[in-house]
Nanobody
Framework: QVQLVESGGGLVQAGGSLRLSCAAS????????MAWFRQAPGKERELVAA????????YYADSVKGRFAISSDNAKNTVHLQMNSLKPEDTAVYYC??????????????????WGQGTQVTVSS
């Protein structure tokens, strides 16, 4: 059974940083495409960042490009989302998701078959 567990969320002031982690059991994350999504109150869930298994194919939403970075720590079977220069509009529940074992990323959330429970990120102004 595959389980993904996010951590690292919290309350931070605008301009601050957080690093989210997604730890897995039952699947070697380094062999699968991964993504981070977020959902703000009253809004649809949106893709923030995604990568293929090797990390050579990476996508960032325009709203986070240059501020966020997705990475994989294969030794710890963990995927991270480093978030810098945070803005109040980054406030949301953040979810990690694991998808097909390919080198490509996917923008469609339907391609991801395992999801974490989410971690709250709140950015104050």
């Amino acid at each position: 059974q595959v389980q993904l567990v996010e951590s690292g969320g919290g309350l931070v002031q605008a301009g601050g940083s957080l690093r989210l982690s997604c730890a897995a059991s039952g699947r070697t994350l380094g062999s699968y495409s991964m993504a981070w999504f977020r959902q703000a109150p009253g809004k649809e869930r949106e893709l923030v960042a995604a990568r293929g298994w090797s990390g050579s194919s990476i996508y960032y939403a325009d709203s986070v490009k240059g501020r966020f970075a997705i990475s994989s720590d294969n030794a710890k079977n963990t995927v991270h989302l480093q978030m810098n220069s945070l803005k109040p509009e980054d406030t949301a529940v953040y979810y990690c998701a694991s998808g097909p074992p390919t080198g490509s990323y996917y923008r469609n959330e339907g391609r991801y078959d395992y999801w974490g429970q989410g971690t709250q990120v709140t950015v104050s102004s």
